[in-house]
C-alpha cells in the first residue's frame, strides 16, 4: 500500500466505533498541509472560528489560515487529543489558538463560543461553520427520528445558532463559509439525512449571502467530494473504506489541504467578488448549480 502522500487509490480496510472519529486511529493519516506553501499574509491579524477545528478539513483550514496569519477559534466535540495536536501544530506558525469544547446541538455553547472569542480577540472576521455527522443507512425506514433530529441540529441548527450570534461582532469585510458536500447536488441513498442537511446549507449560504449584502459581508459555501477525514472510517465498514473515493474521475479521495485552499480563498480578498456561491472541490465531478 502507498503512503496517502502517493495519492493512493485506496486505503487499507478499518473502522472507528464512534463520531466523529479520530486521526491517531486512521492510516493513512489525512494530510492536512501541502509539502511546499508559500504564505502571504493574507489574513494577517484577522480572526476565524472553525468549528470541527480538531482534525480532517477544519484542521487543513486552521493551519492554512494560521500560515496567512489568522488566529483561530478551534471548536470540537470531544476529540481531545486531535485538538491539542492541532493546537500545537497551529502555535509553531505563530497562530493565537483558542480551543473549545461542546456540543454544538446546543444554542448557549454556540453563544458561548462568541462570547470567549470576543472575549480573547474582540473580534471574529471570519466564521466557518464546518463541524457535520452522518450515519449511513440502508433505507428510508432505517433512519429513526432520533437520528434525523440529531444530524440537523449538528449540521444545520448549529450553523443557524452560531452565525446569529456571530454577526453582530463581525465588521464589513468578514466572510462567512460554510462546508456542505456534492451530496447535496447528486445526493446519497445511504445518508438521506445528511445529504438534506448539506442541501439546506446551500440554500442557507445563498439566502444569507442576500440578506447581508449591505453590510458587505460575504457568504458562501464549499462542498467537497470524498475527503479522507476521521469521519469515513467513523461512517462506514472495513470494506467500504477500501474502496472509498474511488468512484470520482480522478479515481481517488482527496486529502484536506487539498480543500483547504478553497476556503482561503474565499475568506481572503481574493474572493472579494463571491458571495452566495459554492466551491466545488470533488475530484472531477459535474454539478449542475
Same mark, same amino acid.
Given at each position: 500500500m502507498k503512503n496517502s502522500a502517493d495519492h493512493n487509490q485506496g486505503f487499507p480496510p478499518q473502522s472507528q466505533s464512534f463520531q466523529p472519529g479520530?486521526?491517531?486511529e486512521m492510516f493513512p493519516v489525512p494530510e492536512t498541509r501541502p509539502k511546499t506553501y508559500s504564505p502571504g499574509s493574507k489574513l494577517k491579524?484577522?480572526?476565524?472560528?472553525?468549528?470541527?477545528?480538531?482534525?480532517?478539513?477544519?484542521?487543513?483550514?486552521?493551519?492554512?489560515?494560521?500560515?496567512?496569519?489568522?488566529?483561530?477559534?478551534?471548536?470540537?466535540?470531544?476529540?481531545?487529543?486531535?485538538a491539542l495536536e492541532t493546537e500545537k501544530e497551529m502555535r509553531a506558525r505563530g497562530s493565537q489558538t483558542l480551543l473549545l469544547s461542546g456540543d454544538l446541538q446546543e444554542e448557549a455553547f454556540c453563544q458561548e463560543i462568541v462570547n470567549r472569542t470576543i472575549e480573547k480577540f474582540n473580534r471574529i472576521d471570519i466564521l466557518v461553520n464546518n463541524a457535520a455527522v452522518q450515519f449511513p443507512q440502508a433505507?428510508?425506514?432505517?433512519?429513526?427520528?432520533?437520528?434525523?433530529?440529531?444530524?440537523?441540529?449538528?449540521n444545520v441548527f448549529a450553523p443557524f445558532y452560531l452565525t446569529r450570534a456571530a454577526l453582530p461582532y463581525m465588521p464589513e469585510g468578514s466572510s462567512i463559509i460554510n462546508s456542505s458536500s456534492i451530496t447535496a447536488f447528486r445526493g446519497s441513498e445511504r445518508l438521506?439525512?445528511?445529504?438534506?442537511?448539506?442541501?439546506?446549507? +446551500?440554500?442557507?449560504?445563498?439566502?444569507? &449571502?442576500?440578506?447581508?449584502? =449591505?453590510r458587505k459581508i460575504r457568504v458562501n459555501a464549499v462542498? /467537497?467530494?470524498? +475527503?479522507?477525514?476521521?469521519?469515513?472510517? &467513523?461512517?462506514?465498514?472495513? =470494506?467500504?473504506?477500501?474502496?472509498?473515493?474511488?468512484?470520482? /474521475?480522478?479515481g481517488r479521495a482527496g486529502q484536506p489541504y487539498e480543500v483547504a485552499t478553497s476556503y482561503l480563498f474565499l475568506a481572503s480578498e481574493d474572493g472579494s467578488y463571491f458571495t452566495g456561491q459554492t466551491l466545488h472541490p470533488n475530484g472531477g465531478v459535474v454539478v449542475n448549480t
Open positions: 479520530v486521526t491517531s491579524d484577522k480572526v476565524a472560528i472553525i468549528t470541527g477545528g480538531d482534525s480532517g478539513i477544519g484542521r487543513a483550514v486552521a493551519l492554512l489560515f494560521a500560515e496567512e496569519g489568522a488566529n483561530v477559534v478551534i471548536v470540537y466535540y470531544n476529540e481531545h487529543e486531535d433505507s428510508l425506514n432505517d433512519i429513526t427520528s432520533e437520528q434525523w433530529e440529531t444530524t440537523f441540529r449538528i438521506i439525512d445528511y445529504s438534506a442537511t448539506k442541501g439546506a446549507l +446551500i440554500s442557507f449560504t445563498r439566502a444569507l &449571502a442576500g440578506s447581508l449584502t =449591505e462542498a /467537497p467530494g470524498p +475527503i479522507w477525514t476521521p469521519l469515513i472510517p &467513523a461512517s462506514f465498514n472495513e =470494506e467500504e473504506v477500501s474502496k472509498f473515493g474511488q468512484d470520482v /474521475p480522478m
